[in-house]
């Protein structure tokens, strides 16, 4: 009698195992086993992190084996189960990967694909195209769109992390807690003992530092000794937490009333205003532009002014819909139209892992109504929402092509701008990813036909235009793809953006923000509309109270810590792929990457303020705190 060995392995995270019956079914060309209990007597089976072997028995040949069935059915109470992988070896000695990496969860059962991966146009029997069918049409009923606000991305149909799919939730909730988060981050930055004095201001700069001591790095306490400088406050807008706003002016806007004469003081090379330019305000005496020639408090409050106002669209703009919103998605459109056996969902997975699971929470703590985003920031209370709202009226496709977008700000001559590191590792990573990505396309797309005629590549491509971007004229999403190079780019970005582009924005807020007077999150007096008018007690009064200060400092601390046992650009630890040419394309990956990592290493070698937010070995796969 025909026997089949199956070999099943059960995840290494919290709460992996099961004492549920697990019964598994074999499909094959020819006929199906019987449904059978994977049970040792004696044996307590698929623990966390167990490999449990069994023998199947058939009574006739089953043909080629199409799918696996694994069925759950509960012994006493729930217990959910994550399963790894099962691999078959059949009579005949074939061996057989079915990747799983998911949970089953209730009286529930998953059906598994082999590994290799396929497009639709090459499944020809009826029992996969029915797979590929059924899958989806699950998918679309677990995986929802729904408009958070008007004029919004669309995000994820879900109230709470809880109410989310299983596979796609935090092992542990408890991890992406904000409150509990930002109260230990609190209590660890030993900044809890000013709490009780919330909205009482601060004495002087000197007493900022009361509250920094505990929480200094190379870069923060560097920051701290130089935020005054007119280099600091410039060097911030090509390395620093938002390095993408600084683009190359060419022309003087008609409501910028500046000469020559107003400026020439500050023009170092000897050029005048109208050569160094080839370099919503309203002019009037209640607007005064403020210079370096002035005042010394009355620039300094000038710049903490700008620097406020870029640590708000920082957050809300580039970091908040540029890489976490649109990163859902991407997602959801991923989970809605492409199956587990396409090769772009196996290839996409790694990169949207816990992604809409920290926009969901974000949304439950974070930035909804009376939440703690409120608690610090001066555009809480709905500012934040508004300000998503008329970015999302410029927001472009290309502007999340990183090439195109530097050249777009004219930010592209290294001749003339030397030291912008962010462009330069940025170019790097990018060409690192597109070429992976080109290697993984080349495999299963032969030609560029192939592509047209990829109809789940194309309905996944229009999901997110048409309704993941709600189908907005002005953001020039593709809502097709027709050559192989348009495919490659659009993964590209999809990989960057989740990957580099966060990792750019979002990992240095520790460092740039945490000395509070260099991106206040709130500014308590309005500016000034008169020169000479302004001393260190009204730029003091004017900072954070200390409350707003202390949660300020909580939030910048957490949101800048890696997850456990985070993976990086390049680790894909869960084998969906099973073709050895694919696993080769992985190798070459992490080969490019390593050479990336390590001329970052080399430049910032002794320099007192190092940029490494973009050196492959700090950048996390996905979008995750």
């Known amino acids: 009698m025909p026997s089949y060995t199956v070999t099943v392995a059960t995840g290494t995270q919290w709460f992996a195992g099961t004492d549920d019956y697990i019964y598994m079914t074999l499909v094959g060309s020819e006929r199906c086993s019987e449904r059978t209990l994977l049970d040792k007597p004696l044996y307590n089976d698929f623990e966390r992190g167990a490999v449990d072997s069994y023998d199947i028995s058939v009574g006739e040949d089953l043909g080629e084996i199409e799918l696996v069935k694994i069925e759950k059915k509960k012994y006493w109470m729930q217990d959910d189960w994550y399963c790894k992988y099962i691999t078959v070896k059949t009579p005949y000695g074939d061996y057989i990967e079915f990747p799983c990496f998911r949970w089953l969860v209730d009286d529930k059962e998953v059906i598994l694909r082999d590994g290799r991966a396929r497009l639709p146009q090459h499944d020809k029997t009826g029992v996969a195209k029915q797979h590929r069918r ?64 919330f909205q009482s201001s601060w004495g002087d700069f000197a007493d900022f530092e009361r509250i920094f001591v505990r929480i200094k790095n190379t870069i923060s306490e560097y920051v701290m000794e130089h935020w005054k400088e007119d280099f600091m406050f410039g060097y911030q807008f090509l390395n620093g937490c938002n390095p993408v706003i600084i683009r190359k002016c060419t022309e003087l806007p008609d409501n910028f009333p500046v000469t020559h004469k107003i400026v020439e ?14 370099l919503g305000q309203k002019p009037g005496e209640d607007n005064p532009i403020f210079l370096p020639s002035d005042d010394e408090y009355d620039w300094l409050l000038a710049k903490i002014w700008v620097r406020s106002s870029d640590f708000h669209i920082h957050q809300t703009v580039t970091h908040l819909l540029k890489t976490h919103l649109i990163s859902e998605v991407y997602g959801i459109a991923m989970f809605r139209q492409l199956p587990a056996v396409h090769p772009v969902f196996k290839l996409l997975l790694p990169h949207i892992r816990f992604t809409i699971a920290i926009n969901t929470k974000a949304r439950e703590q974070l930035i909804c109504e009376c939440g703690l985003f409120d608690k610090a920031n001066g555009t809480g209370g709905g500012g934040h929402v508004e300000l998503v709202q008329k970015s999302m009226k410029t ?32 170019c790097s990573v990018w060409e690192a990813v597109t070429s992976f990505v080109t290697d993984i396309v080349d495999i299963y797309y032969d030609k560029d036909e ?18 993941g971007m709600q189908d907005f004229d002005y953001c020039e999403f593709p809502k097709s793809l027709q050559t192989k190079e348009q495919l490659v780019e659009y993964l590209t970005i999809v990989i960057f953006t989740a990957s580099a582009q966060h990792a750019a924005v979002n990992f240095g807020q520790y460092d740039w923000c945490s000395w509070i007077p260099n991106s206040p999150p709130t500014m308590r007096k309005p500016p000034p509309t008169k020169k000479g008018e302004v001393d260190l007690k009204y730029i003091v009064e004017s900072l954070p109270d200390r409350g707003r200060s202390c949660w300020h400092l909580g939030a910048v601390w957490a949101l800048s810590q ?22 080769e394309a992985m190798v070459n990956f992490r080969k490019k990457l390593a050479e990336v990592a390590k001329v970052v290493k080399s430049r910032n070698d002794g320099k007192k303020l190092p940029y490494y937010y973009l050196s492959p070995d700090r950048i996390p796969n996905s979008v995750a705190v």
């Not at 998918?139 to 596979?167: C, N, T, V």
């Not at 700000?409 to 462009?423: A, C, I, K, T, V």
């Not at 390049?570 to 040419?581: A, I, R």
């Open 134 to 197: 059924k899958e989806l049409e699950q998918r679309q009923k677990a995986y929802r769109w729904k408009e958070w606000h008007p004029g919004f991305p669309m995000s994820i149909d879900a109230k709470a992390h809880s109410e989310l799919p299983r596979d796609i939730q935090f092992d542990s909730e408890k991890g992406v807690d904000f409150v509990l988060n930002y109260s230990k981050a609190i209590e660890n930055l030993y900044v809890n003992q000013f709490m009780h004095m």
């Open 265 to 278: 003081d500050s023009l170092e090379r000897g050029l005048t205003l109208e050569e160094e330019l080839k």
């Open 450 to 467: 192939t592509v047209q005629e990829d109809e789940e590549i194309q309905a996944f491509v229009k999901d997110v235009c048409s309704f």
């Open 395 to 426: 927001f472009t496709y290309k502007s999340l092509c990183f090439p195109e977008a530097i050249k777009a700000r004219g930010m592209d001559s290294q001749e003339e701008l030397p030291y912008y590191f962010y462009r330069d590792d940025g």
């Open 562 to 583: 890696f997850q456990e046992n985070e993976l990086f650009l390049g680790m894909y630890p869960d084998e969906h792929f099973t073709e050895k040419p694919v696993k």
